[in-house]
T-cell receptor, first 114, second 114 residues
Framework: AQSVTQPDIHITVSEGASLELRCNYS??????LFWYVQSPGQGLQLLLK??????LVQGIKGFEAEFKRSQSSFNLRKPSVHWSDAAEYFC????????????FGAGTRLAVHP | DAGVIQSPRHEVTEMGQEVTLRCKPI?????LFWYRQTMMRGLELLIY????????DSGMPEDRFSAKMPNASFSTLKIQPSEPRDSAVYFC????????????FGEGSWLTVV
């Protein structure tokens, strides 16, 4: 069965430090890959997505993610974190072939120290 | 463009009462999703519609839950009777043909059943 794993439940970084949030998926083919962010009390906002082509994708708010087929991973990165990045981050996968829904990981809550 | 609009944003109700959550998808989107978010289970897909027709309701927890989409611009999720374990944030989302197209989320309906 398809699944998405975000191994880190909580991450704390200092403002200005770099960030990497991990995401692994289980699926036999290349899925559609997404990162969403959820600020407290808000809905989910799409940060970036990967369907095909260049495996390094750029998103909003200075985020990027890299698809690594050999590792079944789609890790999210940001070179310098801002206090406003504190939120919960969700990795999600979608699959082609008429399977139209997204499966979400459990989320990683990011705290940013000043 | 208006995003996905959900109402009510917050509801507190007593156990046994009927709860109706409402959603207006983005105009032109032919897919509508209902998700539930809890601390214990994360984001779960309850049901999704395509062109107003329910496609997959395998995530609906039990018969107390029902969802309808009478037209392209309106959907409801009903819980009758409600129980304390139904307390969660319920998100509505919509898209054009996913997963190739972005799924946009509403801000959620925060339900507390006491």
């Amino acid at each position: 069965a398809q699944s998405v794993t975000q191994p880190d439940i909580h991450i704390t970084v200092s403002e200005g430090a770099s960030l990497e949030l991990r995401c692994n998926y289980s699926y036999g083919a290349t899925p559609y890959l997404f990162w969403y962010v959820q600020s407290p009390g808000q809905g989910l906002q799409l940060l970036l997505k990967y369907f095909s082509g260049d495996t390094l994708v750029q998103g909003i708010k200075g985020f990027e993610a890299e698809f690594k087929r050999s590792q079944s991973s789609f890790n999210l990165r940001k070179p310098s974190v801002h206090w406003s990045d504190a939120a919960e981050y969700f990795c999600a996968v979608g699959f082609s072939g008429g399977y139209n829904k997204l499966i979400f990981g459990a989320g990683t809550r990011l705290a940013v120290h000043p | 463009d208006a995003g996905v609009i959900q109402s009510p944003r917050h509801e507190v109700t007593e156990m046994g009462q009927e709860v109706t959550l409402r959603c207006k998808p983005i105009s032109g989107h032919d897919y509508l999703f209902w998700y539930r978010q809890t601390m214990m289970r994360g984001l779960e897909l309850l049901i999704y519609f395509n062109n107003n027709v329910p496609i997959d309701d395998s995530g609906m927890p039990e018969d107390r839950f029902s969802a309808k989409m009478p037209n392209a611009s309106f959907s409801t999720l009903k819980i009758q009777p409600s129980e304390p374990r139904d307390s969660a944030v319920y998100f509505c989302a919509s898209s054009r043909d996913p997963p190739g197209n972005t799924i946009y989320f509403g801000e959620g309906s925060w339900l507390t059943v006491v």
